[in-house]
C-alpha cells in the first residue's frame, strides 16, 4: 500500500477483555516495530519484527501483550485482559531494514480506550 | 540503558527561527534522528544524524556533537504549521529509542 495502515483507528473496550491491533506495513518493508504513546508522552518501544521473527521483545509491558508477523507482512498486537493503564495510542512503523539510521514509516495509530 | 532528554515545550514567533535542543545517554551509539508529529498524526521522519556537525534539508537543520552526546533541530523562518510536536531518537544497539518530545506553538 501507499502507506502504513492500522486498524481499528480507534477501539474502546471493557476492562478485563482481550484486543487485537492490526497493522499493514509498506509492501516490500521487512522490519515492522510496535510502539506506545501516552498522552502528552514519547513512544514507549514495544516489538520489533525481522521478517516474521521478533529479534527483541524487550519492551513488551507484560506477559499479556503479545504480537506475531505473518508472510512478513501484516502484524497483530494483542492485549490480553486490558486493564485501565493500558490506554494510550499504539503506533505501527515499517522501513526497508533495520540498518541504522534507518527512517521509519509511521501509521496513523489506534487509539485504545480501556473502560 | 538509553535516556534522552528535551525541552517540554517551546513557543516561537511566525518568521523567526528557534532550535530544539536534545541530550541523550546512550550505549552503542550511531546517531541521532527527528521526528515531527501534528495532533492526531503520524511522526513524520525529518533528519538523521551520524557524525557531527549541521545537516541542512530547506527550513530545518539538524546538528549532532557526539562528545558532548548532544543534538539540536533548527527551524528557520518559522510557519504556522511548523506547530507540531518534535521528536530526537537515538540508534543504537536496540530499536530507535524515542525523547518525550519538544511542544513547539508558533504564534503570530
Known amino acids: 500500500g501507499a502507506g502504513v495502515s492500522q486498524s481499528p483507528s480507534n477501539k474502546v473496550t471493557e476492562k478485563g477483555k482481550d484486543v487485537e491491533l492490526r497493522c499493514d506495513p509498506i509492501?516490500?518493508?521487512?522490519?515492522l516495530y510496535w510502539y506506545r504513546q501516552s498522552l502528552g508522552q514519547g513512544l514507549e518501544f514495544l516489538i520489533y519484527?525481522?521478517?516474521?521473527?521478533?529479534?527483541?521483545k524487550s519492551g513488551l509491558p507484560s506477559d499479556r501483550f503479545s504480537a506475531e508477523r505473518t508472510g512478513g507482512s501484516v502484524s497483530t498486537l494483542t492485549i490480553q485482559r486490558t486493564q485501565q493503564e493500558d490506554s494510550a495510542v499504539y503506533l505501527c512503523a515499517s522501513s526497508l531494514n533495520t540498518g541504522v539510521g534507518e527512517k521509519l514509516f509511521f501509521g496513523s495509530g489506534t487509539q485504545l480506550s480501556v473502560l | 540503558g538509553q535516556s534522552l532528554e528535551q525541552p517540554s515545550e517551546v513557543t516561537a514567533v511566525e518568521g523567526a527561527i528557534v532550535q530544539m535542543n536534545c541530550t541523550y545517554q546512550t550505549s552503542g551509539f550511531y546517531g541521532l534522528s527527528w521526528y515531527q508529529q501534528h495532533d492526531g498524526g503520524a511522526p513524520t521522519f525529518l533528519s538523521y544524524n551520524a557524525l557531527d556537525g549541521l545537516e541542512e534539508t530547506g527550513r530545518f537543520s539538524s546538528f549532532l556533537s557526539r562528545s558532548d552526546s548532544y543534538g539540536y533541530l533548527l527551524l528557520q523562518e518559522l510557519q504556522m504549521k511548523d506547530s507540531a510536536s518534535y521528536f530526537c531518537a537515538v540508534s543504537g544497539n536496540t530499536p530507535l529509542v524515542f525523547g518525550k518530545g519538544t511542544r513547539l506553538s508558533v504564534i503570530a
Open positions: 519484527f525481522q521478517g516474521n521473527s521478533a529479534p527483541d
Open positions: 509492501s516490500g518493508h521487512t522490519a
